[in-house]
């Protein structure tokens, strides 16, 4: 089993910056994918960043340049640094942990975040 604690949401003006962090209790596997989804509300949830165990990283067209995700595999963390944000990167934001060895997934709560003046 593994749990997902995100923090690191908040109101942030257009252009500001926010870093969110996900943290695992549990059994963290060696094969793996980090992932940042995102909901915002009547959407579907949606990727925004993945980063896999051997530190491949993918990006949602929308965010590629603003957004990096990145890892601490000591402290079992997964950041997504948000930088240039827009209105439209208004949403919950769910840290996601795809054991991928057995297909397991797991998913945090979720962090608000609102980019509005």
């Known amino acids: 089993q593994v749990q997902l604690v995100e923090s690191g949401g908040g109101l942030v003006q257009p252009g500001g910056s926010l870093r969110l962090s996900c943290v695992a209790s549990g059994n963290i596997l060696s094969i793996y994918t980090w992932g940042w989804y995102r909901q915002a509300p009547g959407k579907q949830r949606t990727l925004v960043a993945k980063?896999?165990?051997?530190?491949?990283?993918n990006y949602a067209d929308s965010v590629k340049g603003r957004f990096t995700i990145s890892r601490d595999i000591v402290k079992k963390t997964v950041y997504l640094q948000m930088n240039s944000l827009k209105p439209e990167d208004t949403a919950v934001y769910y840290c996601?942990?795809?054991?991928?060895?057995?297909?397991?997934?797991?998913w945090g709560q979720g962090t608000q975040v609102t980019v509005s003046s």
């Open positions: 996601n942990h795809l054991r991928a060895t057995t297909g397991e997934e797991y």
């Open positions: 980063i896999t165990s051997n530190g491949f990283t």
